[in-house]
């Protein structure tokens, strides 16, 4: 289409009809897509052009001049400005009766996959304060060291600010982690910590890294520096296990890199307390490490694992094999009800961190396994026993049409899918459909409230 009725910095009048998969109203204008953030179905807007393309334009939202039911305040300050958040100004119903139309019209649009059985997404009772971690940047704002989050699209910080308790007022975060990231910036203040200089290779901290476990209250401090010299970081560690006892752990984390996106370094030195803290998901207990992965959300991780274990439907009598298995968290979780769980991960440190936590809970009939899923799963029958039931837990990029082939041929009965993007959900889905495979359900479980990104586990089951 000829594009010249629309140019950037055009002021237009839109009526909002969708909403796309990273949280933007969509509306069309003279048959052209147009995206505009913080605009809601159902709403008539007033837009300034900021982007057009062949297929598509962007637009910035000027004005509300028909508003939805469906809007809402947004209820932390800092929403507009912070990339943390990007549906506050919906409301909790709402965003998820949207996800489960994206995940829906995923599935027929990428998929091919029509008339497959989408259950109500598994939301929150009280969808704040659920984050067991937070990754705080540091920057220097007027004279004194700020922690916050970067804005959207760059790396200027959005300094937290001190809530109506004191804390730093992010709704998302655990209340305790908001207190505790409160007191660390105050310590940092107090013993004159210097900020590392990515160009010049001087300076001290890059960001600050909080976890807390949920069920026995611990939590984790990680200085994550650019050198592994302040004279003074003895002396914060202990003050800050002084003031706040559940602090089990005060870790530096050396990352050199030059880049700004590489979060974390692989050297842990301890300042004080352990190496690890300790945690609980359902029965099972997990130690957790400065660089280990572990779902955010623990109320929603266990009701997903849970979802996950009645669609793999074991007897005891199974061999699982848990592709993409990080540090063992779904392949301990079905091992009581397995004969033999097998794990692959390509990450050192996860497959040592499962091992680890196999040993924990005394677990026995696991096995985990050095490598990648694209290498081992294509000649997995010659080395070992074919699987009754395959978790698929792959990273958002979803899997590689090998893997399914393999699966495939391995004439698996049948395949749970956990996954962080319904796009390539629907893809591979489409193929496994395409192969002799049946959906026969999709569960999506609301993982990020007040966020766009949506997890889902589905039941696939050999035709």
């Known amino acids: 289409m000829n594009n010249d009725v629309i140019v950037s910095n055009d002021i237009i009048d839109l009526v909002v009809t969708g909403f796309s998969h990273n949280g933007e109203g969509v509306g069309r204008y003279k048959g052209l897509a147009v995206f505009v953030p913080g605009a809601l179905p159902g709403e008539e807007v007033e837009v300034q052009v900021t982007r057009v393309k062949k297929k598509f334009a962007r637009g910035r939202l000027l004005k509300v001049k028909k508003v939805a039911e469906t809007r809402r305040i947004p209820f932390c300050p800092l929403f507009e400005r912070c990339g943390g958040c990007h549906l506050q100004h919906i409301t909790y119903a709402e965003q998820l009766r949207q996800k489960m139309l994206i995940v829906r019209n995923n599935l027929q649009r990428i998929g091919g996959l029509s008339n497959i059985k989408v259950h109500p997404v598994m939301g929150m009772e009280d969808p704040m304060h659920y984050r067991n971690k937070i990754h705080l940047h540091a920057a220097e704002q007027d004279g004194r060291i700020k922690l916050g989050f970067y804005a959207p699209g760059s790396h200027a910080l959005v300094a937290l600010h001190a809530g109506q308790e004191g804390w730093c007022g992010c709704f998302l975060a655990d209340r305790e982690l908001c207190r505790l990231a409160g007191l660390v910036g105050q310590l940092l203040n107090k013993y004159e910590v210097s900020l590392y200089d990515r160009k010049r290779g001087t300076g001290y901290l890059r960001s600050v890294l909080l976890r807390r476990a949920a069920a026995t209250g611990e939590a984790m401090v990680v200085l994550v520096t650019g050198r592994d010299e302040w004279p003074q970081e003895k002396q914060f ?183 962080c993007d319904p796009g390539t959900l629907a893809r591979d889905l489409g193929i496994l459909a395409g192969q002799g495979y049946r959906v026969d359900e999709v569960q999506p479980v609301d993982m990020f409230p007040h966020t766009f990104h949506i997890e889902c586990v589905a039941r696939i089951s050999r035709a």
């Open 237 to 419: 560690a202990r003050a800050l296990r002084r003031d706040i006892p559940d602090v089990a752990a005060v870790i530096r984390n050396l990352n050199e890199s030059k880049r700004a996106g590489d979060v974390l370094g692989r050297k842990n030195h301890v300042l004080s307390g352990k190496d690890t803290i300790t945690d609980y998901l359902g029965p099972l207990r997990f130690a957790i490490s400065a660089n280990s992965f572990y779902q955010v959300n623990p109320q929603q991780t266990l009701r997903l694992y849970r979802k996950a274990q009645e669609y793999a439907s074991l007897t005891g009598k199974e061999t699982v094999l848990d592709a993409y298995c990080g540090v063992g968290t779904i392949a301990l979780f079905l091992s009581s009800r397995a004969r033999v769980v097998y794990g692959i991960e390509t990450v050192p440190e996860a497959v040592e961190n499962a091992r680890a936590n196999a040993a924990l809970n005394n677990v026995t009939n696991i096995k985990f396994i050095k490598g990648t899923v694209e290498d081992l799963l294509p000649g997995w029958q010659s080395r070992y026993p074919v699987p009754d039931v395959v978790v698929l837990d792959p990273p958002r990029r979803g899997c590689q049409r090998g893997v399914l082939q393999a699966l495939v041929g391995m004439r698996v009965s049948k395949v749970v899918y956990v996954s």
